[in-house]
């Protein structure tokens, strides 16, 4: 069976529709660290004009998730069973990058962190998650 990181590798950023949708590039997805980038739309901002939390959060898990990955077997998949996130500071526009990485990966249980920096390198967000680890 091919992983998600492999058809990432092999197809791009087609493989995920989210990444489609939103014009989000793959940066990095090894060395146990994924980093993705996306350029702020004005289709991402609230009725304030600020970036939606909801993209914050995705984009940090996304990133979280293409670390999880390189740590999973050939037969293991995940599911999310937590994930929070803290809002330090807005953008509006310019570009956003989210870096994940695993904090602790246990037999059943993965833990992630997830942080977004706007395009001068200021952090934004930081999120954390836990994943289920099971068997196909």
């Known amino acids: 069976m091919t992983s998600y990181l492999d058809r990432l590798r092999a197809e791009g950023e087609g493989a995920n ?10 940066v990095r997805m090894d060395g146990g660290v994924g980093e993705l980038s996306v350029a702020v739309r004005p289709d991402f901002c609230n009725g304030e004009g600020w970036v939606q939390g909801g993209l914050y959060a995705a984009l940090a898990d996304e990133a979280i998730v293409l670390a999880v990955y390189q740590t999973l077997g050939e037969d293991e998949t995940i599911a999310t069973i937590t994930e ?22 246990g037999r059943r249980v993965i833990f ?11 952090l934004c967000t930081i999120t954390t998650a836990s994943y289920a680890v099971s068997t196909r």
């Open 112 to 122: 992630g962190e997830g942080q977004v920096f706007d395009g001068d390198g200021k």
């Open 84 to 105: 929070s996130t803290s809002f330090l500071r807005g953008v509006n526009a310019g570009s956003l990058r989210a870096v994940g990485r695993v904090v602790k990966r």
């Open 17 to 26: 529709p989210f990444f489609t949708m939103t014009g989000t590039k793959v």
